[in-house]
């Protein structure tokens, strides 16, 4: 405001609106929330179906025109590491400076489609999301950046078209094979409803979670230094079950699509044969959540697919570590939990649990006291409510949901 703070200071608070509302004109804003992965471990890139809920936390963008060519990001969590060049000139941040690669990807694939705008800008970032607790806080920047581009340069793309701009932006500039779960589920979160996405057709759908039910993470705080590469390797173990298994069933295209016999059959490298029984057997769970879901199948029941997912991620895709099966184990055990796993790419990370409402905060610090005896560690906890997806925001309206 600079200059006029003090005139502004002295007028009524819609006075004060109305000046900055003709201040700020050109100014743009949005919003993506960070996500859980409700259920279907590492079955989006193998062309399964996966359940995802938006959570009531995320990333927010602010877009400013600026006179001069230079674009310029800044973050209030990254104070000293914001990036500034010119659109042709983009390349990959390393070190303190990499969290800028998920904006600069988006900015690269809008500018290939030529959905930049014409002047420069700065994008301001700002998260009500805990940082480094697997809910996605990469998609979510993603996300926000798009949209808010977007506005600036006076277009718009459909849902299905910005969740995949996102994703392509993170496997070919940031580098991870990932697949469309946390771009999709951010993008088309709905209030209530989980996010239903079947990433072979790429079908985004919603259905709704029962009532009385919450959702609650536990984060380790543990990040493996080899995490991406993990998930690299992950991914690759299962396009090589996949081929070797094309040899005997050309026709198939998934992972997802072999049934436990077939894959038993193959006479696959243990490893493979693992990582494709978890494939196989996590899409069933998937299918008889929703199904279950459709008809009414008690909250109990469809609770012990979770529970049975984190059995097979740690036995069967070997993505879980101690910690995180200490924690699915004893809220699986708690009475109020419907059911718990590990939720994303694993190897560290946090523990879902999707619970009845009358779990508490002191439920939760019991849990917490338990790892605390472990591993001598205090962890983080968080409540969330399925909420509403990527948009536009009106910079006047918004404020930060505290139903944390
Ligand atoms: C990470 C990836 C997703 C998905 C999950 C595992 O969150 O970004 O695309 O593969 O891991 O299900």
């Known amino acids: 405001m600079g200059d006029h703070g003090f005139f502004l200071d002295h007028m009524k608070k819609e006075d004060h609106k109305k000046a900055f509302a003709e201040y700020a004109k050109d100014w ?67 070190g303190k400076f990499s969290w800028n690669n998920y904006t600069l990807g988006v900015l690269k694939e809008l500018h290939s489609q030529n959905l930049t705008p014409k002047k420069a800008f700065r994008l301001i970032f700002t998260s009500d999301l805990p940082t480094s607790v697997g809910l996605s806080s990469s998609a979510a920047l993603e996300l926000a950046s798009a949209l808010t581009i977007l506005q600036l340069a006076g277009k718009s793309l459909p849902k299905k078209e910005l969740a995949n701009l996102c994703r392509l932006a ?20 709905k209030k209530d409803h989980l996010v239903h ?47 070797e298994g094309r040899k005997r069933f050309p026709d198939k295209d998934k992972l997802t699509s072999f049934s436990l016999d077939e894959i038993n059959e193959l006479n696959l490298p243990e490893n493979l044969r693992k990582r494709a029984t978890h494939v196989s057997q996590e899409q069933l769970r998937v299918q008889s959540f929703r199904t279950g879901l459709a008809s009414n199948a008690s909250p109990e029941e469809l609770g012990k697919l979770l ?8 036995q069967n895709f070997e993505n879980s570590c101690r910690e995180l099966d200490f924690l699915a184990e004893h809220l699986n055990q708690h009475d109020a939990v419907l059911g718990a796993r590990l939720t994303g790419g694993g190897f560290g990370g946090a523990v879902m649990a999707w619970t009845q ?20 560690q205090e962890i983080d906890y968080h409540n969330f409510l399925p909420s509403d997806g990527a948009r536009k925001e009106d910079i006047l309206k918004v404020e930060p949901d505290s139903n944390q």
């Open 28 to 94: 743009c804003f949005s919003f993506a929330p960070g996500r859980i992965e409700f259920l279907g471990n590492h079955l989006d890139y193998n062309g399964g179906e996966v359940l995802g809920m938006a959570v009531n936390a995320g990333i927010y963008c602010l877009g400013v025109p600026q006179p001069h060519n230079q674009i310029s990001f800044f973050s209030e969590s990254f104070e000293d590491s914001g990036w500034s060049g010119e659109i042709d000139k983009i390349e990959r941040q390393s």
């Open 170 to 189: 993170e496997n070919e500039f940031v580098g991870l094979p990932c697949g469309i779960l946390d771009q999709g589920t951010s993008a088309f979160g």
């Open 197 to 243: 996405i079947d990433c072979d057709d790429e079908v985004f759908g919603n259905i709704p979670i029962p009532a009385e039910s919450e959702v609650w993470i536990f984060n380790t705080g543990i990040k493996h230094d080899l995490v991406d590469s993990l998930y690299s390797t992950r991914h690759q173990e299962c396009m090589d079950a996949l081929k």
């Open 307 to 314: 529970a049975e997912s984190h059995a097979s991620s740690s």
């Open 357 to 376: 409402s009358n779990f508490s905060k002191k439920d939760a610090k019991e849990i917490v006291s338990l790892y605390h005896q472990e591993f001598g």
